[in-house]
């Protein structure tokens, strides 16, 4: 797909600019290293809960690294928010934000931008940005992610503001953010960590600049968002001109709404295709609310793996603008939630289910080739509290992995996280390094996975107990609908969440927040993967 024939000196032909797909990439992933490397909590340096990426000076999406998909989608709009409400950044400037109705995705992902200066040009030859989820960032519950009615609860909202300006750090806005979370020394590092992700960031194009000149490089940029948007007008030429309809619906959203329905409707015409989420629930009391930024991104993750596999090549890491697909969202619903609404669960769990529909409404045009669905939840908990050991307030945030959906390629992994989730299992030594726990079980669900010709992943059972008084948080899906299986597959095995006290089990609800007593333990069992195929063809 790459155009070899000449285009001017000072733009790449196809061989340099395949080199400058590979350049950007790396320069995303070693942000990301340095990212983790630096960070202080185990959600961050453990799970790996964090993005990075390169945008060209119009805020395009040049490179994304290899890293949490539903904050990688999203980003584009980050940056989008920042340079219209702030304009083009100068050089030592750092904006900070969360904002979900400003290209954020739920309050404990914090962004930050900064551009890449040329000290021979005046304007920004690019941005870097970085995102990390924060295990607290205020709120009425620790971790951040309560059962909450309006985002107001949920923490501390960021609009587009200035950390650093001429690379002086803006103190009011530094000290009114660590003044509002419970652990104040961790947040400070984790932000630290990514101000030191930039910087490499920054380093690393301006080393491309010196080698290969800043006029081919920048027309590197525009050149590889452009090639991303062919591909993807070839891999949407496979789809057959049509309408494609699917449902699927939120078990609740903990405050007593149930089966929540998201439907989605393709349709694949001479111009592109439009993705219409008309006839969705309208947005509901809890946190289930995704915001526009967190569709976008399941979108633009779902479409990305349609057209990769249907042309067996992957697209620059940047994705490109997707501009033959269009989005179509009701106001103040459940995928376009507008303020008040909570969204806490919208980035995690919300996101799954915009994926799970979205992959069955193309299973409808591609219907061997698309997967049974994987398990459909992050499985969220939050555990907060005073550490016995120190005196210290402790903040604890974890996704746990679950079932991936079996495929026409074979059978589903077991216990990984999947699709809008990109992130680990956090080892047991770090947390039981790092917070008064410990973990009693840590094992695979078998055959919880959906049977078939190819077998669903098994979902995970892990078993915290608490040494000492906490207060938990619980935010997980299909714990009453199972992921479904595929042409012939049976279904996966849904998800329980169960309480442990003195030795006797109680169940838990799929959202929610209490306290929890020393000794309890909090026993998450996740969901497994449908199966793919009819097991009789075995």
């Not at 990390?132 to 107001?152: C, F, K, N, R, T």
């Not at 990984?416 to 973990?439: C, D, G, K, Q, W």
């Not at 996966?492 to 609800?509: D, F, H, M, Y």
Request: aromatic letters at 6%; hydrophobic letters at 35%.
């Amino acid at each position: 797909m790459l155009d070899s024939r000449p285009t001017g000196r000072e733009e790449p032909d196809a061989i340099a600019l395949e080199i400058f797909r590979h350049l950007f990439t790396a320069l995303t992933e070693e942000m990301g290293a340095a990212l983790r490397r630096a960070s202080f909590s185990p959600n961050i340096k453990e799970r790996r809960d964090y993005s990075c990426a390169l945008f060209s000076a119009t805020g395009a999406p040049v490179a994304l690294g290899d890293h949490m998909p539903v904050h990688l989608g999203a980003m584009p709009l980050s940056v989008e928010s920042a340079l219209s409400e702030l304009g083009p950044l100068d050089a030592g400037d750092v904006v900070c934000l969360n904002d979900p109705f400003r290209g954020g995705t739920h309050l404990p992902d914090i962004t930050l931008i900064s551009p890449v200066h040329d000290p021979n040009r005046s304007t920004p030859l690019a941005y870097v940005a970085s995102r990390a989820h924060h295990s607290d960032v205020g709120g009425m519950s620790p971790g951040s992610m309560p059962l909450a009615q309006e985002i107001y609860q949920e923490g501390l909202r960021i609009p587009p503001v200035y950390l650093y300006r001429g690379g002086v750090r803006e103190e009011g806005v530094w000290n009114l953010i660590l003044a509002n979370v419970r652990t104040p020394t961790e947040r400070s590092g984790d932000l630290d960590a990514q101000l030191a992700a930039l910087h490499v960031g920054a380093s690393r194009l301006l080393e491309i600049v010196k080698r290969r000149g800043d006029t081919a490089t920048t027309a590197a940029m525009d050149l590889l968002v452009e090639y991303a948007d062919r591909l993807v007008e070839a891999g949407l030429a496979h789809i057959e001109r049509g309408e494609y309809e699917a449902e699927d619906f939120m078990d609740d959203d903990g405050f007593g709404t149930v089966d929540i329905p998201i439907r989605v409707k393709l349709v694949r015409h001479r111009d592109g295709l439009d993705v219409d989420f008309t006839g969705s629930s309208p947005q509901v009391k809890g946190g289930i609310n995704a915001v526009r930024a967190i569709t976008h991104s399941a979108t633009r993750y779902t479409v990305r793996c349609v057209v990769e596999a249907l042309l067996g090549e992957s697209l620059p890491a940047g994705g490109g603008s997707m501009s033959m697909v269009r989005l179509i969202l009701p106001e103040n619903s459940v995928v376009n939630a507008s303020l008040p609404a909570s969204v806490a669960a919208g980035n995690v769990e919300t996101s799954q289910r915009i994926t799970d529909v979205l992959f069955q409404a193309f299973a409808r045009a591609l219907p061997d080739l698309m997967p049974a669905l994987s398990q459909g939840t992050m499985n969220n908990m939050t555990i907060g509290g005073v550490d016995p050991r120190n005196g210290a307030n402790f903040a604890y945030y974890e996704t746990v992995g679950g079932g991936m959906g079996a495929g026409p390629a074979g059978h589903g992994l077991s216990g990984v996280h999947t699709h809008m989730s990109n992130s680990l299992n956090t080892p047991i030594e770090a947390l039981e390094h790092a917070y008064p726990f410990r973990i009693t079980r840590y094992s695979l669900r078998r055959k919880s996975g959906g049977a078939g010709f190819y077998q669903g992943g098994d979902g995970l059972r892990r078993d915290v107990q608490l040494l000492c008084e906490a207060t938990v948080t619980l935010l997980s899906e299909r714990r009453s609908r199972r992921p479904s299986g595929a042409r012939g597959g049976h279904d996966g095995s849904p998800g329980r969440n169960v309480l442990i006290r003195k030795g006797s089990e109680e169940p838990l609800p799929a959202k929610v927040t209490f306290f929890a007593q020393l000794g309890d333990v909090v026993s998450i069992r996740s969901p497994g993967g449908g199966g793919w195929g009819s097991a009789e063809d075995c």
